[in-house]
């Protein structure tokens, strides 16, 4: 089993810069992807961004790409999400995942855990 923990949401305004991180704990001794996803009232779950275990392979929503950035650091179990220049169409709660077969890496339901999510919202 393993459970996912994420912090680092707010309000912010437009233009600002946010750091999400997703801590894990047990079972996570296999290497894995992290991922983040985000839900906005009224919208489905969508992919924002993955991480491969050694950190060497980085996907990205168009959404996002050039204004997120990925992270990960092994040795503490952690992912980071840095979000820079938000907009308010990036206001949703951000969740993190794990997956040990992250094929196709887009998909939720290729995940196999998820925290419990963290509010971001952004002000215009």
């Known amino acids: 089993q393993v459970q996912l923990v994420e912090s680092g949401g707010g309000l912010v305004q437009a233009g600002g810069s946010l750091r999400l991180s997703c801590a894990a704990s047990?079972?996570?001794?296999?290497?894995?992807?992290m991922g983040w996803f985000r839900q906005a009232p009224g919208n489905e779950r969508e992919f924002v961004a993955t991480i491969s275990w050694s950190g060497d392979s980085t996907y990205y929503a168009n959404s996002v790409k050039g204004r997120f950035t990925i992270s990960r650091d092994n040795a503490k179990n952690t992912a980071y999400l840095r979000m820079n220049s938000l907009k308010p169409e990036d206001t949703a709660v951000y969740y993190c995942a794990l997956a040990f077969k992250p094929i196709p890496y887009y998909r939720s339901n290729t995940y196999d855990y998820w925290g419990q999510g963290t509010q971001v919202t952004v002000s215009s």
């Open positions: 047990g079972r996570t001794f296999s290497s894995y992807y």
